[in-house]
């Protein structure tokens, strides 16, 4: 089945303890993409990747990074994670730069 | 930078009645992608247009591209309670970013 997975699906961490959330795509695209969504805002991208190794910062890339070592996985780095940074975050993947696309489930993350 | 409003940011509606929700952009869109996201879940793709004018139907939803490409909408008949969520409308930014900027979107309650 063609799909995006996200893990962990839902974390809660302390301020200033770094982590990792995984996005893996099974579909072989070459564009992956990370955005928050917050109420009344949204989606906005955080970061971007065109291919392996191109990786480019969205609209709010403050306080992520990510990185593509391998086509099929984008994962998103927080390393010193803020209660701003509380949010739902999403994973997407395209196959061409103007094509649909398809989105993980998410990651419901808090930082108290 | 590039902005896509999306009017309005509610509907309730009765189950049986009508819906609509516009995108609106003070430039030309290059094209317009629709997504739904049900309560919990995550962005699915709907549809995308491209063409001036353009008109696609899938079932009860009707979407249209304004002939000077500015401005769309979706347009559900007869909803009924599976239409519950949130729509929203998403450019695919200029330059090759791959970006989507997402409309705010309007979240659909659908009263039995």
């Known amino acids: 089945e063609a799909q995006v997975t996200q893990n962990p699906r839902y974390l809660i961490t302390v301020t200033g303890k770094k982590l990792t959330v995984t996005c893996s795509q099974n579909m072989n695209h070459e564009y992956m993409s990370w955005y928050r969504q917050d109420p009344g805002l949204g989606l906005r991208q955080i970061y971007y990747s065109m291919n392996v190794e191109v990786t480019d910062k969205g609209d709010v890339p403050e306080g992520y990074k990510v990185s593509r070592k391998e086509k099929r996985n984008f994962p998103l780095i927080l390393e010193s994670p803020s209660p701003n940074q509380t949010s739902l975050y999403f994973c997407?993947?395209?196959?061409?730069?103007?094509?649909?696309?398809?989105f993980g489930q998410g990651t419901r993350l808090t930082v108290v | 930078g590039q902005q896509v409003m999306q009017i309005p940011q509610y509907q309730h509606v009765q189950e049986g009645e009508d819906f609509t929700t516009y995108c609106n952009s003070s430039t030309t869109l290059s094209n317009i992608q629709w997504y739904k996201q049900r309560p919990g879940g995550h962005p699915v793709f709907l549809i995308q247009?491209?063409?001036?004018?353009e008109v696609k139907k899938q079932k009860r939803l009707t979407f249209q591209f304004g002939e000077a490409k500015k401005n769309s909408s979706l347009h559900i008949t007869a909803t009924q309670t599976t239409d519950v969520g949130t729509y929203f409308c998403?450019?695919?930014?200029?330059?090759?970013?791959?970006?989507?900027?997402f409309g705010q979107g309007t979240t659909l309650q659908v009263k039995p």
């Open positions: 998403a450019e695919r930014g200029s330059g090759n970013t791959g970006k989507l900027i």
């Open positions: 247009l491209v063409k001036s004018g």
């Open positions: 997407a993947s395209s196959l061409f730069l103007s094509s649909e696309a398809f």
